[in-house]
């Protein structure tokens, strides 16, 4: 799954960032002439004098972005944590990009020394990486519109009320929790930026996310504000493979003598993070005290994959419906507009076959994640589509495309032969298509059009970039909860092949019976 | 009295003439060959007249309907064209989607707006006239050469056509199925239909045709009244 940890301006820089292999950077004046890093691709061998530092650079300010000045570089409050690590470590900082929902696993992989990435305190992660002491307190802030400021303080003001946050987060759990206490319906987002404009937009009602990004989604976005209360708090901390607990130990050490010489308050001062809640954490750390796990954190002490296997399977198999009716919904538009769009190549006047034409080159030469981007997100001013409406949209009339150059080469495959006994008889151009040319170019067409539909089926995964869950979602949030993809994504393959394998078995019936 | 009237008919193909300054009359009920080897225009005459390819010079009357020089006839032309000629092809051109009796009544249904049990009991006579009523419910691909023919006349005649019109109808045949062909025209030209037919089997020609043209390089070299 990928993670789009989209920032609102300038997608392009984004796109372009992420193809950028290699750019040496340096890291800004106040922090001396150390390198940092600069991205790079995957090196599995990690010199010993390089501190490899995992993060998102989709995930933004202040965490770690792309240098709005020099896109090659990275600057965040992380990249400076990972500054301070590596020059006590006297090792050099290199940045390592990774999806915000796969760090964990790449930090189990060992593919990063440390992951720092606003990665969130949990007893899942502590179970299974080696985890740093805290470095930041945060507090769960709820994010209304100005004119709802006074009917939703709380989460429990918002019974059957959806409520956007991002995956994989303390605040996914404390919606998850809510949602039992209080019907409260969370939306999953794969980034922080949308979850606010599309709480103006009134696709939500209510955003919960941590008290940073929180701040800068009222910051950018008039007519928000953020409750005063308290939903819960969390911490900050690096992540490091299970068995990495030596440099793990370094690190803590490097951190703890950080906060006592101030250097760690200098740095979230400089992005005007500092507040009351840190001095105290800091005091508590230094005097020996151990934080508790963030609070208020709804999930029990991890369980065993099977047990997690049977709590989930309820629903995997509601996420499997979505995917089905979904996939089922989009095919049937997908043949819908592709016969319109074939007829129309086939029968049309000139100028007709051109838009047709110019249609389905730019439906097929952009990405299917872009469309859905653009219809969901990018119209939203015009029209203000639900979100499986989009997804519904997105999919059948990129499918369209595919589909109606199947059906314009299966029309063309009718012999012409029976087009001329189909005219003597004196069926009319309408009548030639209804009754004896569509008839047989729909059965050239089954074989390609089953293919299509295996494919729209795995394709959907797609759709949950614009928060409509569907099994791969459901999987990967899955995955995120029991710290592994094995049991998930074998459940998840069996669902899909469940899915799919009866229906290229109709198509083989179909064709067979046809045949006679 | 003349169902069909062509005059000085040119058919191009390409900067090709393939058919040049051809003039005939058909007569009601009257069986009429066209005879000549591969090549030498018979088809092309054919398709002109079923409305098939434009023409490029000359005129054709189908029992008042003209086809002009131009493009294919259109519209109203069209309709009234095909209520009026019928067409069985070569390789019988079969709609392989649909069984033998559904090929016959299709047209009577979509076309003349029968009621679909009144056409279908019309094909199944027709099929049972053709001596393949057994093979009704058959997919055109399960039917043998001669079959499918007989569906292709069938279908053709479940029109009512005044002039029908077969290109090489003994090709997919045997010798013992070409007599019963040969009966089968010979029912149909008494019952009023006139047949215009291209052929190049003369055994058969002979034992159908009331007069032969014979065409050679796109032209007609000979008449001979049989």
Redesign the interface.
């Known amino acids: 799954m990928k993670a789009m940890q989209n920032t609102d301006h300038n997608m392009n820089t984004r796109v372009a960032l992420v193809c950028v292999v290699a750019g040496v950077w340096l890291l800004p004046d106040y922090f001396g002439p150390a390198e940092a890093g600069h991205y790079e691709e995957q090196n599995d061998t990690q010199s010993q004098n390089e501190l490899v530092w995992g993060g998102d650079a989709e995930g933004g300010s202040p965490f770690v972005e792309a240098d709005p000045n020099d896109p090659t570089r990275v600057v965040g409050f992380e990249v400076e944590v990972a500054g301070l690590l590596a020059e006590g470590l006297g090792r050099v900082p290199r940045f390592l990009q990774a999806g915000f929902t796969s760090l964990d696993a790449a930090a189990a992989r060992g593919d990063f020394d440390v992951g720092l990435s606003g990665i969130e305190d949990s007893p899942a992660r502590q179970s299974r990486l080696a985890v740093t002491i805290p470095y930041y307190q945060f507090r769960e802030v709820l994010t209304v519109r100005d004119a709802d400021a006074a009917t939703y303080r709380t989460l429990s003001d918002l019974r059957g009320r959806r409520v956007a946050t991002l995956g994989a987060t303390l605040a996914y759990d404390l919606l998850v929790s809510a949602q039992s206490k209080f019907d409260v319906q969370p939306v999953v987002y794969e980034d922080d930026v949308h979850p606010y404009t599309d709480l103006l937009l009134g696709r939500v009602d209510a955003v919960l996310l941590d008290y940073v990004l929180a701040e800068r989604g009222v910051r950018r976005n008039p007519g928000l504000v953020n409750q005063p209360t308290d939903v819960g708090t969390g911490y900050y901390v690096g992540i490091t493979a299970s068995g990495n607990t030596a440099l793990r130990d370094r690190m803590n050490a490097i951190l703890l003598q950080a906060m006592k010489d101030g250097r760690l308050e200098a740095i979230f001062r400089r992005w005007k993070m500092w507040n009351d809640d840190q001095p105290r954490l800091y005091a508590k750390l230094l005097s020996g005290e151990k934080t508790s796990e963030s609070t208020e954190q709804p999930s029990a002490a991890p369980v065993s994959g099977w047990d997690a296997a049977v709590r989930y399977l309820p629903a995997l198999g509601r996420a499997a419906v979505v995917t089905l009716v979904l996939s089922c919904l989009s095919m049937a538009l997908a043949v819908a507009a592709g016969v319109l769009i074939a007829s129309g190549r086939v029968y049309g006047p000139p100028p007709v076959r051109t838009l047709l034409t110019a249609w389905v080159e730019l439906i097929r030469g952009t990405p299917l994640l872009l469309q859905l981007f653009v219809l969901y997100f990018g119209l939203a001013v015009v029209v203000d589509l639900p979100a499986f409406v989009a997804a519904l949209l997105g999919l059948g009339l990129n499918y369209a495309a595919y589909e109606s150059e199947i059906y314009r080469g299966a029309l063309e495959a009718v ?1 012409a ?2 087009l ?8 009319s151009e309408r ?1 030639t298509l209804v ?2 040319r569509g ?2 170019a729909f ?1 050239f067409a089954l074989a390609p059009m089953t293919n299509d539909f295996v494919a729209l089926l795995k394709d959907s995964s797609l759709v949950s970039v614009i928060t409509v869950v569907e099994l791969t979602k459901e999987t990967s949030i899955f995955a995120a909860n029991i710290g592994s993809w094995l049991l998930p994504g074998a459940m998840c393959a069996a669902m899909y092949l469940a899915l799919s394998l009866p229906l290229a078995r109709l198509a083989r019936r179909l064709e067979r019976g ?3 | 009295m003349a169902v069909l009237e062509v005059a000085d008919l040119e058919v191009t193909r390409g900067a090709r003439a393939v058919v040049q300054g051809i003039s005939f009359a058909v007569d009601r009920g009257e069986s009429v060959t066209i005879m000549g080897a591969s090549g030498s225009g018979k088809t092309s005459v054919l398709r002109a007249i079923a409305g098939l390819d434009p023409i490029a010079a000359g005129g054709i009357d189908v029992d008042g309907v003209p086809i002009r020089p131009g493009r294919t006839p259109g519209g109203q032309v069209r309709r009234e064209l095909y209520r009026r000629v019928g067409m069985v092809f070569q390789f019988h051109h079969l709609f392989e989607h649909l069984t033998a009796l559904h090929n016959v009544w299709l047209a009577p249904v979509h076309v003349l707006h029968q009621p679909r049990k009144v056409a279908e009991r019309r094909a199944l006579e027709l099929l049972e006239q053709m001596g393949i009523g057994a093979r009704a419910h058959a997919m055109p691909h399960e039917l043998s050469g001669g079959e499918a023919q007989r569906v292709a006349i069938a279908r053709a005649l479940a029109m009512g056509p005044q002039l029908l019109l077969m290109d090489e109808p003994t090709a997919s045949l045997d010798p013992a199925r070409r007599g019963d062909l040969a009966a089968i025209l010979r029912t149909l030209a008494g019952g009023g239909c006139a047949l215009l037919i291209a052929s190049h089997d003369e055994e058969f020609v002979r034992g159908c045709a009331d007069r032969v043209l014979t065409m050679a390089e796109g032209r007609i070299h000979r008449g001979v009244t049989g």
């Open positions: 012999p032969g029976q001329d006994a189909a005219r003597t008889l004196g069926l009548q009754l004896v008839p047989q059965r046809w045949k006679r």
